[in-house]
């Protein structure tokens, strides 16, 4: 199958750049909220009374670790300078998808897979779990549920949490038997009175669920989401599949107790193309007018005039996440793309780069849809094995429909987040030359929150009259190819002379109708002078509509690099290993390689981020 690592087509349907009115703009309200991680301890340390202190492993890498065989020949401290300090991670092994999010008695919690005995994905996967009271700073639980029955012997794998109207909680989650037939499972707290939820029993129902006829055994994985129809008194849930064309499917069962299911007919959608299974299916809706723009939505109230839904799968293929907008109806149960071209699996994106297995939950207490994916490595196996530890969670974003645009979503880190920044500095009116780069002197600049704001001069867009449909960034030679319009953006995690960078950019072109055309990537070659790492360009299109400047927030933190253009609309996530751009080497550029637009840079603001820390929960070890 061909692969969309390549900008996937058709780009997004909005007025560009310069070809509509002048639209109001609109200021996006950040809120602080101030939670200290002592505070979280002190409220923890409530709950760690009625359980036995326990000591916790490190998780660092042991001094006599072996040679990396062909590979870059790391060093123990270059593998810790990897770690993230403010994205969350276990301490040691491999995390994957995040699973079973919810807000239940005061805290946020989310389960993940994990692997116990190693920092690779393998049949013994399991359920972590960790709590905390603002989505930043975290604390480790014990391991939830290990595949310990014959119908989850082969790993504890995705799944979905869902609150009932008397408060209890049921999990959903998929197991795979001896044979690796996948299976749907139930669990429950086993007491529900304790706001952490530390133990869970396992329904002797299970599984509650086989594959249907028509359906391949490995084929049916991922129950999500879970939701209550009044209209017809079932919860309902969905399920993902492909069927024998290699077209993905996605299920939908009904159920009055969650022990008998009932399997509808008509499927809820097929796909427009054969892009194969689809995992971690989500249905969720936004709102596109009225009083509710600007929040997120549950699914048992979104429904109705100005509601759209949004359809998102996990390409087992290519292994990405694409989304579209569309319309579900109640009635027939079948949700519809509002553009069939623009269908899950071909058309948009939540992350352009490194970003997989995604699932959002709804945040009741502030009334915000939440989305989670995990953020594998690119680095080699042999490398992972040596650092003891795989993969990290991305900072958890909100959702919401772009009712500028009306033809995507916007995706932003949550707010609580910028409770993490400390000192900053700002530049404004930075002119860059064609062909020149700026130092931007902050210091040390591996752990960095940046807003930046850019302009081109206007005689340079006006002079260029011929199209330029052939540029793609993932075809591209990255920040090093030379355009009239671009690229020019920002230089990250770069050393002193720039052999070694991170560029995050914008390049514009004409296209052929005259308007234009503004893409937004990320250049990973040159990120490392490693040779056994994945690097590539990624990005897509953005819409960029008259009157706006163009906008960048980079959130930068050792070896990963997360980017929002134009506040939300397309995002890009890299992994990136430097070899000499460490420690307090780090540097931050302003980059113009446009061969005749000069750059403006009305205003770059860089905040540097306290780390986390993520700790066990007091009374706990980490398994």
């Excluded at 530890?389 to 900072?395: E, F, G, K, S």
């Excluded at 009157?547 to 070896?559: A, K, P, Q, Y």
């Amino acid at each position: 199958m061909e692969s969309r690592d390549i900008e996937s087509s058709p780009a997004l349907n909005a007025p560009l750049l310069q070809t509509t009115p002048p639209v109001k703009s609109s200021k996006l309200k950040v809120v602080l909220l101030a939670i200290s991680t002592s505070v979280i301890l002190v409220l923890a340390t409530f709950f760690a009374v009625k359980y036995s202190v326990f000591e916790s492993g490190t998780g660092l890498v042991k001094e006599d670790a072996p040679a990396a065989g062909d590979g870059y020949p790391w060093t123990n401290d270059m593998f810790e300078w990897q770690r993230p300090g403010y994205h969350f991670q276990p301490p040691y092994h491999f995390m994957g998808d995040p699973n079973a999010a919810m807000y239940y008695k005061g805290w946020y919690h989310f389960f993940y897979q994990y692997n116990p005995y190693g920092s690779a994905w393998d049949t013994t996967i399991s359920w972590a779990h960790a709590v905390s009271k603002d989505m930043i700073h975290w604390l480790h639980l014990p391991i939830a549920m290990v595949p310990d029955h014959w119908y989850d012997s082969k790993g504890v794998w995705s799944g979905y949490a869902t609150t009932l109207p008397d408060g209890r909680i049921i999990v959903l989650y998929t197991g795979g038997t001896d044979e690796l037939v996948q299976v749907q499972n139930l669990a429950e707290p086993a007491d529900p009175s304790d706001p952490l939820l530390i133990e869970w029993k396992k329904s002797n129902h299970n599984p509650i669920l086989m594959p249907p006829p028509g359906v391949g055994p490995h084929d049916f994985r991922d129950p999500f989401p879970v939701w209550y129809n009044e209209s017809d008194s079932n919860w309902h849930m969905l399920i993902g599949s492909k069927d024998d064309n290699h077209y993905g499917t996605v299920l939908i069962y009904l159920t009055k107790d969650f022990k008998t299911y009932t399997l509808l007919p008509e499927i809820l959608h097929k796909t427009k193309d054969n892009v194969g299974m689809l995992e971690c299916v989500d249905l969720y809706p936004v709102a596109t007018t009225g009083n509710q723009i600007g929040n997120g939505l549950e699914m048992q109230v979104g429904f109705g005039k100005g509601i759209k839904h949004v359809l998102k799968a996990s390409m087992d293929d290519e292994r990405h996440d694409y989304y579209a907008i569309g319309t579900f109806d109640l009635e027939s149960f079948t949700w519809v793309p509002d553009d069939d071209t623009i269908d899950v699996g071909v058309g948009l994106r939540y992350d352009y780069g490194k970003f997989y297995a995604s699932k959002t939950f709804y945040d009741q207490e502030k009334r915000r849809r939440i989305l989670w994916g995990y953020v594998g490595e690119v680095d080699s196996k042999t490398d992972d094995a040596r650092k003891g530890w795989a993969n990290v969670l991305n900072i958890a974003r909100t959702i919401l429909f772009d009712v500028k645009t009306r033809s995507n979503l916007l995706v932003w880190p949550v707010e609580e987040l910028d409770a993490l920044r400390t000192s900053s500095k700002e530049f404004n009116g930075v002119v860059v030359e064609p062909g020149f780069t700026y130092h931007l002197d902050v210091g040390t600049a591996s752990q960095l929150d940046i807003e930046a704001e850019f302009e081109i001069n206007q005689e340079a867009v006006d002079a260029v009259v011929e199209a330029d449909v052939t540029y793609n960034c993932s075809t591209s030679d990255g920040s090093a190819h030379r355009g009239l319009l671009g690229p020019f953006g920002l230089l990250v995690l770069a050393n002193e002379k720039m052999t070694e960078k991170t560029a995050t950019y914008f390049y514009v072109s004409r296209t052929v109708d005259g308007g234009l055309q503004t893409h937004f990537c990320q250049d990973e070659l040159r990120s490392s002078k490693a040779n056994d790492i994945t690097k590539r360009v990624v990005g897509h299109t953005v819409p960029v509509l008259h009157g706006e400047t163009f906008s960048l927030r980079i959130l930068v933190d050792h070896s990963i690099v997360e980017s929002f253009a134009q506040k939300g609309r397309a995002v890009a996530t890299s992994r990136v290993y430097p070899t000499e751009a460490i420690f307090d080497s780090t540097r931050i550029f302003l980059f113009n390689n446009a061969t005749s637009a000069t750059l403006t840079a009305k205003s770059v603001k860089i905040w540097h981020m306290n780390s986390t820390h993520n700790h066990p929960f007091p009374g706990f070890p980490f398994p």
